[in-house]
């Protein structure tokens, strides 16, 4: 079974400067997909980014980057000049590449915190 | 496009009760998914539907049953509730690539908050 571990239960970060989120992850399968998910008070999860672990590149997504290192099995998640909007909950996931389907497996989340 | 919408978005239950919770996934999309999240648990996977079939099942009691319909729109069941079943009840959909049988990103519905009293 796959296991995702968040170790910061929370964060902060002023405003305008820059916060990487950690997560580390247990497979023993070659191919999935990595997520990370920010739920907002209003607690509708929301998609930040994806990575498909074939991919070596890091992906990308505006101000949102992130870190991944597939032999350490590390998916950090870099926030760059961060606005008051980004506080919110974040949640790293895993999904299988190999089996069907669209179970994801979550890390216990991090709150973070954004002080004007 | 609309997204998902899950009903109720809230629900109160007396203990041994038992409770129908609703989803409509993005229109096309074929994989419905739920998912419990409590603060002690955290976000936990119930099971998932697709194309009116169970494909996939997390590690939950029998109590919590589900199904999907022909429009894709799934109904989740929990009988007998018990306090702690008290969560926010996610559901997911996506869209399934039939060149790969591979599904895209989940997105998510704002949830139905299921208090047992």
């Known amino acids: 079974a796959q296991t995702v571990t968040q170790s910061q239960p929370e964060m902060s970060v002023q405003e305008a400067e820059t916060v990487t989120l950690s997560c580390t992850y247990d497979t023993s399968e070659s191919d999935y997909y990595l997520f990370w998910y920010k739920q907002p008070p209003s607690r509708q999860m929301i998609l930040v980014i994806r990575?498909?672990?074939?991919?070596?590149q890091n992906a990308t997504e505006n101000r949102f980057s992130v870190n991944f290192q597939k032999a350490a099995k590390s998916f950090s998640l870099k926030i760059s000049d961060s606005q008051l909007g980004d506080a919110a909950m974040y949640f790293c996931?895993?999904?299988?590449?190999?089996?069907?389907?669209?179970?994801?497996?979550f890390g216990g989340g991090t709150r973070l915190m954004v002080k004007p | 496009k609309a997204g998902v919408t899950q009903t109720p978005r809230y629900l109160i239950k007396t203990r041994g009760q038992q409770v129908t919770l609703s989803c409509s996934p993005i229109?096309?999309?074929?994989?419905v998914s739920w998912y419990q999240q409590t603060p002690g648990q955290g976000l936990q996977f119930l099971f998932e539907y697709f194309s009116e079939t169970q494909r996939n099942k997390g590690n939950f009691p029998g109590r919590f049953s589900g199904r999907q319909f022909s429009n894709s729109r799934s109904e989740m069941n929990v009988s007998t509730l018990e306090l702690g079943d008290s969560a926010l009840y996610l559901c997911?959909?996506?869209?399934?690539?039939?060149?790969?049988?591979?599904?895209?990103?989940?997105?998510f519905g704002q949830g139905t908050r299921l208090t047992v009293v």
């Open positions: 990575q498909e672990a074939y991919k070596q």
């Open positions: 229109s096309g999309h074929r994989s």
């Open positions: 996931a895993y999904r299988s590449a190999v089996r069907a389907g669209n179970m994801l497996t």
């Open positions: 997911a959909s996506s869209l399934t690539s039939l060149r790969t049988a591979m599904n895209t990103e989940a997105f």
